[in-house]
């Protein structure tokens, strides 16, 4: 098994965040794995993504020209990445600020309404974890008790705290996700 996985959005979303939370928990399963930070100069608002490989043989390279999995948090990301997930692939977007999904009919698309859940669940912190959340949800590369210890790598010491409301954030993303309608 190999999973290419592309998260783009905005900084300040927890792009990066979710990436490396992910790398982590493959290195938890002890699956080979390659974590490849891009972000522009600007530490929130400027544009970030991070291509995560999560993989049972060797990573031959970081470089990915098309993905199994895309997630975008915004119009642009949807824009750039959707092209570029395979056929037979999943493109996972947010529902706030994003206003196309540019059509195919050879890949599942799915919405996730996380920054209005986020608000929901009363903690905007939570968005990139109900992302995260809904795309093991569709694609279970890897179990929840992994991503818990991931977690528990990512964050620093002091944040163990949150933890348990990260892990809620998880399941409740898998519950809120629905096939995108043309």
């Known amino acids: ?26 290195l ?22 991070v291509t995560v490989i999560i993989s049972d043989d060797a990573v031959s ?5 098309d993905y199994d999995v ?5 119009q642009p990301s949807v824009d750039k990445f959707t092209p570029r997930v395979k056929p037979g692939g999943t ?4 529902t706030n600020g994003v206003s196309h999904i540019p059509e195919r009919s050879d890949i ?3 919405e996730v309404p996380a920054t209005d859940e986020a608000t929901n669940m009363g903690n905007a912190k939570v968005f990139n974890m109900l992302i ?11 179990p929840l008790d992994s991503i818990r210890k991931g977690l528990e790598k990512s964050l620093p010491e002091r ?24």
């Open 1 to 26: 098994m190999t999973c290419e996985i592309v998260i783009a959005g905005f900084g300040g979303q927890g792009v990066l965040s979710m990436g490396k939370i992910l790398a982590y928990s493959g």
């Open 28 to 49: 938890m399963e002890d699956k080979n794995v390659s974590w490849m930070p891009s972000y522009g100069p600007e530490q929130r608002g400027g544009t970030a993504n």
């Open 61 to 65: 390279s970081p470089l990915v020209q």
């Open 70 to 74: 895309v997630i975008a948090l915004n």
């Open 91 to 94: 493109l996972i977007y947010d």
């Open 108 to 110: 599942e698309i799915y």
């Open 132 to 142: 995260l959340g809904a795309m093991l949800a569709v694609r279970p590369i890897l």
């Open 159 to 182: 944040h163990h705290k949150l933890i348990p409301m990260n892990m809620q954030a998880l399941e409740r993303g898998g519950q809120i996700l629905h096939p995108h309608k043309a």
